[in-house]
T-cell receptor, first 113, second 108 residues
Framework: DAMVIQNPRYQVTQFGKPVTLSCSQTLNHNVMYWYQQKSSQAPKLLFH???????NEADTPDNFQSRRPNTSFCFLDIRSPGLGDAAMYLC????????????FGPGTRLTVT | DAKTTQPPSMDCAEGRAANLPCNHS???????VYWYRQIHSQGPQYIIH???NNETNEMASLIITEDRKSSTLILPHATLRDTAVYYCIAADDYKLSFGAGTTVTVRA
């Protein structure tokens, strides 16, 4: 049974055209994360929500925003995608922010044309 | 978080145990050792984590040295489906800093 679901799996957008990626979870976890993984690189944390509290990583560009309307859903908004934003975007969840394992979704591969 | 060092790649034979080493010589007392793996084009998958004691679950065993400066992940009977990039991460909270990992190829 899927626990962290990401839609769509593949997204193509145009340079500068806003795009939204979605993530949902059936685990009822408090924390939801967004990671960016560029080709042949390791995943890099962009930000996370603890419940409704948003926590941005210091080096995450302003072009990336997030929304979490309820426990189950979290969205990643890229306001003006550039060619350098082409990547796999991974959503993950965890019960809390301590020493808890994170459960990752399958990812959305974003192509910017 | 402490930096971890892993070999870039390793091969192992199907059906044999795979022993994946990780060095974390600067690990602090409250940092856990986590292992995740990422099969090609999929999201990372949690394998196991530990603080001081050795840990075992249905996927793997984690052996941490007494001084905690290194650890070994053991996949007891490797299968072709275990081919993946394996990440060893030292962290004391939610922030997982993924390094380059070890690309493990299981061969028939």
């Amino acid at each position: 049974d899927a626990m962290v679901i990401q839609n769509p799996r593949y997204q193509v957008t145009q340079f500068g055209k806003p795009v939204t990626l979605s993530c949902s979870q059936t685990l009822n976890h408090n924390v939801m994360y967004w990671y960016q993984q560029k080709s042949s690189q390791a995943p890099k944390l962009l930000f996370h929500y603890y419940d409704k509290d948003f926590n941005n990583e210091a080096d995450t560009p302003d072009n990336f925003q997030s929304r979490r309307p309820n426990t189950s859903f979290c969205f990643l908004d890229i306001r003006s995608p550039g060619l350098g934003d082409a990547a796999m975007y991974l959503c993950a969840t965890s019960r809390d922010t301590g020493a808890y394992e994170q459960y990752f979704g399958p990812g959305t591969r974003l192509t910017v044309t | 978080d402490a930096k971890t060092t892993q070999p870039p790649s390793m091969d192992c034979a199907e059906g044999r145990a795979a022993n994946l080493p990780c060095n974390h010589s600067t690990i602090s007392g409250n940092e856990y050792v986590y292992w995740y793996r990422q099969i090609h084009s999929q999201g990372p998958q949690y394998i196991i984590h530990g603080l001081k004691n050795n840990e075992t679950n249905e996927m793997a065993s984690l052996i941490i040295t007494e001084d905690r400066k290194s650890s070994t992940l053991i996949l007891p009977h490797a299968t072709l489906r275990d081919t993946a990039v394996y990440y060893c991460i030292a962290a004391d909270d939610y922030k997982l800093s993924f390094g380059a990992g070890t690309t493990v190829t299981v061969r028939a």
